[in-house]
């Protein structure tokens, strides 16, 4: 069982940057691939990033590639979401989530999840 809880959501300027984090509780932390989704109202949640448990391999989705990047630290049972470069399209609640194994990239693949944070950006 994993429990997580993201922040550092806010409302932010275009261009500007923002640093989620999401601190996770369970055993099975260390053991477990990583990843970042988002939803905007109306929409599927879609696939923003994703770290392996070792943290050797991540992965992004194309619209956030080279403005984002995901980190973990194992030792403190937190992954990372730095959004530099921010869009008004990049607005959506942002969730963490968590698997036992490798990284996949739907939401029904992930099995447990976050409450969400708010990522606004304005124009």
């Known amino acids: 069982q994993v429990q997580l809880v993201e922040s550092g959501g806010g409302l932010v300027q275009a261009g500007g940057s923002l640093r989620l984090s999401c601190a996770a509780s369970?055993?099975?932390?260390?053991?477990?691939?990583m990843a970042w989704f988002r939803q905007t109202p109306g929409k599927e949640r879609e696939f923003v990033a994703a770290?392996?448990?070792?943290?050797?391999?991540?992965n992004y989705a194309d619209s956030v590639k080279g403005r984002f990047t995901i980190s973990r630290d194992n030792a403190k049972n937190t992954v990372y979401l730095q959004m530099n470069s921010l869009k008004p399209e990049d607005t959506a609640v942002y969730y963490c989530?968590?698997?036992?194994?490798?990284?996949?990239?739907?939401?029904?693949?992930?099995?447990?999840w976050g409450q969400g944070t708010q990522v606004t950006v304005s124009s």
């Open positions: 770290i392996s448990w070792s943290g050797a391999n991540t």
């Open positions: 989530t968590a698997r036992v194994g490798k990284v996949l990239y739907t939401r029904y693949d992930y099995n447990y």
């Open positions: 369970g055993r099975t932390f260390s053991s477990s691939a």
